[in-house]
C-alpha cells in the first residue's frame, strides 16, 4: 500500500522560532517529493519540491531529504504568522506517475 | 502565464441532479489530476490523465462519477444523481511530467453543495 504519513498537529511555534515539519513514506522507490502549502478555504500552493537527498534551501523554507530512511522535511525558518496553514507532504510513488499526498500538519504561528 | 482555472468556482445543486465541473489547466500539461477534499479533511484521489488517456481511474467512488478530457486541454468530470456526500471541494491540478519537471498546480477548486 502507497502511504505517505504526517503528524495532523496542530503544531504550535512562537513567531521567528523554527518551525519543522516531518513526513514518511512508504515507497523506497520514490525519487520527486513536494511540500504544498494551504490555507483554509483554498486551493493546494507548491512551496518546495526536492529530488536529490540531502537540503534545498528556498528563503526561509529548507527542505531535507533521506531516502534510506524514506524521510522528508520542511523547516520554516523565522516563523510569521503568515505561515499559519497546513502543510501537505506529497510523493510520486511507483509507474505512472502516482502523486500520493499526505493527510497534512497543521502548522499554527503564535503572535 | 495563466495557472490552471476552474468553473464554475461554486455550484448548489439539488439531491439527484446531475453536475458538470471543469478544468483547463496550465497550456502544454500533459497530465492532469482531480481530487475531493471533504470539509477539513485532506485530498482524495479520484482521476488522473495523461493526454486524453486516463490510466488510473481507481479513485473514482462510484459509477455516478465520470471525468474526460479533451486532447491535452480541458477536462470535464460529471457526477450523476448527486448526493449530500458528493458536497466538497473538488480541485484540479495539472503538471508538466516532462524534462525532469513533475510539479502540480492547482486551480482554486469547484465548492460542490448538494443540497
Known amino acids: 500500500q502507497k502511504e505517505v504519513e504526517q503528524n495532523s498537529g496542530p503544531l504550535s511555534v512562537p513567531e521567528g522560532a523554527i518551525a519543522s515539519l516531518n513526513c514518511t513514506y512508504s515507497?523506497?522507490?520514490?525519487?520527486?517529493f513536494f511540500w504544498y502549502r494551504q490555507y483554509s478555504g483554498k486551493s493546494p500552493e507548491l512551496i518546495m519540491f526536492i529530488y536529490s537527498n540531502g537540503d534545498k534551501e528556498d528563503g526561509r523554507f529548507t527542505a531535507q531529504l533521506n531516502k534510506a530512511s524514506q524521510y522528508v522535511s520542511l523547516l520554516i525558518r523565522d516563523s510569521q504568522p503568515s505561515d499559519s496553514a497546513t502543510y501537505l507532504c506529497?510523493?510520486?510513488?511507483?509507474?505512472?506517475?502516482?502523486?500520493?499526498f499526505g493527510p497534512g500538519t497543521r502548522l499554527s504561528v503564535l503572535p | 502565464g495563466a495557472g490552471v482555472s476552474q468553473s464554475p468556482s461554486n455550484k448548489v445543486t439539488e439531491k439527484g441532479k446531475d453536475v458538470e465541473l471543469r478544468c483547463d489547466p496550465i497550456s502544454g500539461h500533459t497530465a492532469l489530476y482531480w481530487y475531493r477534499q471533504r470539509l477539513g479533511q485532506g485530498l482524495e484521489f479520484l482521476i488522473y490523465f495523461q493526454g486524453n488517456s486516463a490510466p488510473d481511474k481507481s479513485g473514482l467512488p462510484s459509477d455516478r462519477f465520470s471525468a474526460e478530457r479533451t486532447g491535452e486541454s480541458v477536462s470535464t468530470l460529471t457526477i450523476q444523481r448527486t448526493q449530500q456526500e458528493d458536497s466538497a471541494v473538488y480541485l484540479c491540478?495539472?503538471?508538466?511530467?516532462?524534462?525532469?519537471?513533475?510539479?502540480?498546480?492547482f486551480g482554486p477548486g469547484t465548492r460542490l453543495t448538494v443540497t
Open positions: 515507497d523506497r522507490g520514490s525519487q520527486s
Open positions: 491540478a495539472s503538471s508538466l511530467l516532462a524534462g525532469g519537471t513533475y510539479e502540480q498546480y
Open positions: 506529497a510523493v510520486i510513488m511507483g509507474y505512472g506517475q502516482n502523486f500520493v
